[in-house]
Nanobody, 123 residues
Framework: QVQLVESGGGLVQPGGSLRLSCAAS????????MGWYRQAPGKQRELVAV???????TYADSVKGRFTISRDNAKNTMYLQMNSLKPEDTAVYYC?????????????????WGQGTQVTVSS
């Protein structure tokens, strides 16, 4: 059973920083691309940042220069360093990963989501 577990969310003042983590566990053969998404109340889920297995990154225009995505392949963990936070960054943040797992001796690739972590930017 493969799981993604996020941590690091919370309440922060405008201009502050937070670091989110997403840890993958289970019978993992390989983790492919990983990404962070967010969903604010009344809005659709949107892409925040993506990182490939080779370390290539892509960011939404709204977070470029403020957020940094990274991953530690040895720990099966992805991070999102968020600086200069704004009230409009308030949302539930979800991690996503394409993971090849071992099931019954076979390699099976699926798309996995974490349960989400709340980030609130407010004074």
């Amino acid at each position: 059973q493969v799981q993604l577990v996020e941590s690091g969310g919370g309440l922060v003042q405008p201009g502050g920083s937070l670091r989110l983590s997403c840890a993958a566990s289970g019978s993992i053969f390989r983790i492919n691309a990983m990404g962070w998404y967010r969903q604010a109340p009344g809005k659709q889920r949107e892409l925040v940042a993506v990182i490939t297995s080779g370390g290539t990154t892509t960011y939404a225009d709204s977070v470029k220069g403020r957020f940094t995505i990274s991953r530690d392949n040895a720990k099966n963990t992805m991070y999102l360093q968020m600086n200069s936070l704004k009230p409009e960054d308030t949302a539930v943040y979800y991690c996503n990963a394409g993971i090849t797992a071992i099931r019954g001796g076979y390699r099976v690739t699926n798309d996995y989501w974490g349960q989400g972590t709340q980030v609130t930017v407010s004074s």
